[in-house]
């Protein structure tokens, strides 16, 4: 099935940018929506955000919205989050994740079939 890479966490200054990438192989990217998701320590993998790779629709979790912003580029077979305003409630485990087509709840980890590594992303005060 899919592969995915990622890169780009690293420690950053809150209220600073930082780029996460996700590169697919394997499978044709376009067969898969593509999704980020985080897991804090103590805390349950959460949804953050997915972009549909049929109209490049996106949609983000509240916490998040108006800071991050999620695209893509095909010809790279990659995926990227766009990180800005970061605070420290981001700091946190960051995946990406691939999605079939047939399958339903784009924000629940369970559907994802394909996932990275996790990058880790620490935002200080």
């Known amino acids: 099935q899919v592969q995915l890479v990622e890169s780009g966490g690293g420690l950053v200054q809150a209220g600073g940018s930082l780029r996460l990438s996700c590169t697919a192989s394997?499978?044709?990217?376009?067969?898969?929506?593509m999704g980020w998701f985080r897991q804090a320590p103590g805390k349950e993998r959460e949804f953050v955000g997915h972009?549909?790779?049929?109209?490049?629709?996106?949609d983000y979790t509240d916490s998040v919205k108006g800071r991050f912003t999620i695209s893509r580029d095909n010809a790279k077979n990659t995926m990227y989050l766009q990180m800005s305003s970061l605070k420290a409630e981001d700091t946190a485990v960051y995946y990406c994740?691939?999605?079939?087509?047939?399958?339903?709840?784009?924000?629940?980890?369970?559907?994802?079939?394909?996932w990275g590594q996790g990058t880790q992303v620490t935002v200080s005060s």
């Open positions: 972009i549909n790779w049929g109209d490049s629709s996106t």
């Open positions: 994740a691939a999605q079939p087509l047939w399958k339903a709840g784009y924000n629940v980890a369970a559907n994802y079939d394909s």
């Open positions: 394997g499978r044709p990217a376009s067969n898969y929506n």
